[in-house]
């Protein structure tokens, strides 16, 4: 990667202009940033309705935050753990249960499963 050009060496421009005609816009972005430091699809089975979405660990302001996604769209976005302060990086476990790293003084590694004993949606 090289500031201002392209991975063909075709410069960029000059900063000016926010797009061009042959660029394409992204389909999701945060303002202001996130600050991601890992993410994943997830695809195990103990969190059934979050197949498929995108579960992104967020340093800034701190949060685990989960990207609903249907085909090509983003159709929603939750952050979770917003207590818990920066979050490092999201796994998901063979079992389908979620580890967290949390990025503090102390440091942690959580692991999400499902509240057993909330009501099904």
Request: hydrophobic share 35%; no cysteine.
């Amino acid at each position: 990667v090289t500031y201002g050009e392209n991975y063909d060496d075709t410069p960029v421009g000059s900063g000016e202009a926010r797009h061009t005609g042959d660029m394409v816009e992204p389909r999701y972005y945060w303002d202001p940033v996130i600050a991601p430091g890992g993410a994943i699809f997830y695809q195990g089975d103990r969190f059934s309705d979050w197949q498929g979405d995108l579960l992104i660990s967020s340093l800034t302001p701190g949060a685990l935050v989960r990207i609903e996604i249907d085909g090509d769209k983003v159709t929603g976005e939750e952050r979770l753990l917003t207590d818990q302060g920066r979050i490092r990086d999201v796994v998901e476990a063979s079992d389908g249960a979620l580890l967290v790293i949390v990025d503090d003084e102390n440091g942690a590694v959580l692991r999400l499963t499902p509240d057993e004993t909330a009501a099904p949606n």
